[in-house]
């Protein structure tokens, strides 16, 4: 019986134990089956336009290396010449790594980027200067920067074709003034004052080699306290508010003029929103956050080199570079007034601890203008030409009116009594003067009759009684003329 019961635990565990092995193994498959699931790519996923849905990393590659040509050329281009670089001569690769990692965490399109070998793409760009030293082009290229601006190209996966940076003891023969402008400023706001010093010095010294874009945002920074700003006024939804930064708008826009005296290209310029006092209207350029800012591209084939400096409360902005122009050569604009934005309605807010009668303007709202620009172009005392070169709509604001809702309480007029003296010096019971005539000393007599004694009208002589005139009658025998009048005197002083 023992033994019965020993051999019936013994087949218990056994089956016991083929349970747990036969979930391990099928736990083992699961997994397996869930890492190679894990291991592919999703569906939709493409790189430069190829399908790698359900492939895993191995595959990928293979399948991008089949589908994408990595016959690749880096053109350099000076002047009008341009010159090769091929991929095999200076490692160039396609850099699948980063582009299958980043398929892995999103499901949009990747964009295939490039790597090469450093020193092979100096060695190459080297003998490219040989090829340009046997030229008529007198230019020499920085090997180092250009290196590094192909590199960053490459990074991105734009091939496009590159300007070559020239090398600094070439382009300093390249220093003459071809655009130059300036604005004033007042002493009073030291905090905008300040934002015009930091944003001058942040664009100072700045090279735009051929080709490259200046950026005025980028060339500013954030502007935040750690970056060096203040607050100052700034134009925001029509009126003056305090914030950051306040002022390097006329940085910018004497960067502007600078930039366009110089007749280099403008990328993106957008006037403020109100019209500003520093400059004529229509030559005016405003950054704002990501939406508002000031770009130009030096698209001669030489470097320029940007100045900016405050002196005698006045900013500067300079633009070098190399005078491609006959001498004689000038540029002016003219401003066209198109039409004017007359104001708004005002906007109205009621206040109940106000009278009715009472109104306070608590902001004088703008009238706006749309405004034209032409450039005008000399040669000598010769006008060339006159073109439209840009337009500029000022908004008009609303006057912004508060008013109040609170009523007056009427107040009683003076109206005289009938009878009652108007004299306040006149007492208003005056002792009434005796009667009596002077006593004789006989105490009964007097003249005053009796009560009830009949009395004898004294007659009037003809001549006087012709003299006497009855009353005519009037219409002004009441009160009434005095109250108008007074009411007439209450009017103007509510009115006035």
């Known amino acids: 019986m023992i033994k019965n019961k020993f051999e019936n635990i013994k087949r218990i565990t056994s089956v016991f134990l083929i349970i747990i092995m036969a979930a391990s193994i099928s736990s083992c498959n699961k997994n397996n089956d869930e890492t190679e699931k894990a291991d592919t790519f999703a569906e939709g996923i493409t790189v430069e336009g190829v399908d790698i849905s359900g492939l895993t990393l191995a595959e990928a590659t293979e399948k991008l290396s089949i589908q994408i040509e990595s016959d690749k050329d880096i053109i350099l281009k000076i002047n009008e010449s341009e010159y090769k670089i091929p991929f095999d001569e200076i490692g160039g690769v396609i850099d699948y790594e980063r582009a299958l990692s980043e398929a892995m965490e999103t499901e949009k399109d990747i964009k295939i980027t490039y790597l090469c070998d450093r020193e092979l793409l ?14 008529d082009n007198k230019f020499i290229i920085d090997i180092d920067k250009t290196s590094d601006k192909i590199i960053d190209c490459l990074s991105k996966g734009d091939l496009e074709p590159i300007t070559p940076i020239k090398a600094e003891n070439e382009v300093a023969e390249e220093k003459t003034l071809i655009g130059s402008f300036s604005t004033a400023f007042s002493a009073n706001d030291k905090n905008r004052n300040e934002n015009l010093r930091v944003a001058c010095e942040k664009i100072n010294g700045i090279v735009l080699q ?39 708008c006329q940085v910018t826009t004497t960067m502007y003029n600078a930039a366009i005296f110089a007749e280099l290209k403008i990328v993106e310029r957008h006037n403020h929103s109100l019209m500003v006092g520093y400059v004529p209207l229509g030559r005016d350029a405003a950054v704002a956050g990501t939406y508002k800012n000031l770009r130009f591209q030096n698209d001669t084939e030489f470097p320029v080199y940007i100045e900016a400096y405050i002196e005698d409360y006045n900013v500067v902005c300079n633009i070098y570079g190399h005078e491609i122009h ?36 608590t902001y004088s709202g703008k009238t706006g203008a749309k405004i034209d620009t032409y450039k005008l172009v000399y040669e000598g005392d010769k006008l060339i030409s006159r073109e439209w070169f840009s337009s500029s709509t000022y908004v008009a604001t609303a006057d912004e009116v508060t008013v ?5 309480e009427a107040e009683p007029e003076d109206v005289p009594v009938i009878g009652e003296p108007t004299d306040p010096n006149v007492p208003a019971n005056p002792d009434i003067p005796s009667t009596e005539t002077e ?46 009048n007074e009411q007439s005197v209450s009017d103007a002083v509510i009115g006035e």
């Open 210 to 248: 051929p080709g490259d874009i200046f950026d005025m945002n980028e060339a500013l920074g954030p502007q935040t306290a750690e970056n060096g700003y203040k607050s100052a006024g700034v134009i925001e939804n029509g009126k003056i508010v305090s914030a950051l930064g306040g002022g390097v």
């Open 122 to 135: 100096k060695e190459r760009i080297s003998k490219v200067n040989e090829e340009i030293a046997n030229s």
């Open 326 to 361: 006959d001498e004689g050569h000038r540029v002016d604009f003219e401003k066209v007034w198109v039409s004017t934005i007359g104001k708004p309605a005002a906007k109205i807010t009621n206040d109940p601890n106000m009278y009715e009668d009472e109104r306070q303007v």
């Open 404 to 408: 109040g809702t609170k009523p007056r």
């Open 439 to 484: 006593n004789t000393g006989d105490n009964n007599s007097s003249d005053i009759p009796a009560l009830g004694e009949e009395t004898e009208t004294p007659s009037v002589p003809k001549d006087l009684a012709d003299l006497v005139e009855e009353p005519e009658e009037s219409d002004n025998s009441t009160p009434e003329g005095p109250i108008e």
